[in-house]
């Protein structure tokens, strides 16, 4: 890890950024190199996982690197970083957070360790005919997001693409179509 803390370092610094503005690849590496590893104690340190550590810092890399020719500050460049980094976790907080709102409020399937429902299992044609008469009840993109997602098991961002909706919409209208199918399930 370099010595990030020195003038010399700063002029350095400012080179660094000029070059990486320009496109230089190599540059832009040695700015990760110094200032990775500060950016994964900090992270860290705010309680992310390792894995969500990584991943944080790399998509602050992404960024700083896509917006670095808007960027334009005096000083070191850890500043700016260091924002997008923290700006980053905290987002990946809450979306982490919802998704496990939505976990509990919709059940999970996976962590499902009940032995199977014997009595169930033998009405299962009561079920389907049951499930054929209620899916039409629901609007179009409810039928067809649970179509997608729960019939033919595809991937949340396959279905999102499909319907031509960002992963954050696909996602709520996944959900009101399950409380849908539930409240009509048990009229």
């Known amino acids: 890890m370099l010595d990030v803390s020195t003038a010399t370092w700063l002029a350095r610094e400012r080179q660094l950024v000029d070059r990486s503005r320009a496109g ?6 040695e ?4 200032f990775a590893p500060m950016l994964l104690a900090v992270l860290s340190r705010r309680g992310l996982a390792h894995a969500d550590a990584d991943d944080v810092a790399a998509d602050t890399f992404k960024t700083a690197w896509e ?9 070191s460049i850890w500043f700016w970083l260091h924002g997008i980094a923290i700006n980053k976790a905290a987002e990946r ?3 982490a957070g919802r998704q496990n709102a939505k976990a509990t409020e919709l059940g999970s399937f996976a962590d499902d360790t009940d032995p199977p429902d014997l009595e169930a299992a033998l ?16 609007p179009e993109n409810y039928r067809t997001a649970l179509q997608l997602r729960v ?5 949340r961002e396959t279905c999102a693409q499909a319907m031509g909706l960002t992963l954050a919409a696909f996602d709520k209208v996944c959900a009101r179509a399950i409380l849908a199918l539930k409240e009509l399930w048990h009229e």
Do not use: I, N
Not at 123 to 138: E, G, I, Y
């Open 24 to 29: 230089d690849h190599r540059a832009f590496h």
């Open 123 to 138: 009405d299962f044609p009561k079920h389907v005919s049951r499930l054929h008469t209620t899916l039409p009840r629901l």
């Open 151 to 155: 019939a033919d098991s595809q991937p």
């Open 31 to 34: 700015l990760y190199d110094a």
């Open 67 to 75: 917006s670095l020719a808007r960027h334009s500050s005096d000083r």
């Open 93 to 95: 907080r809450r979306t």
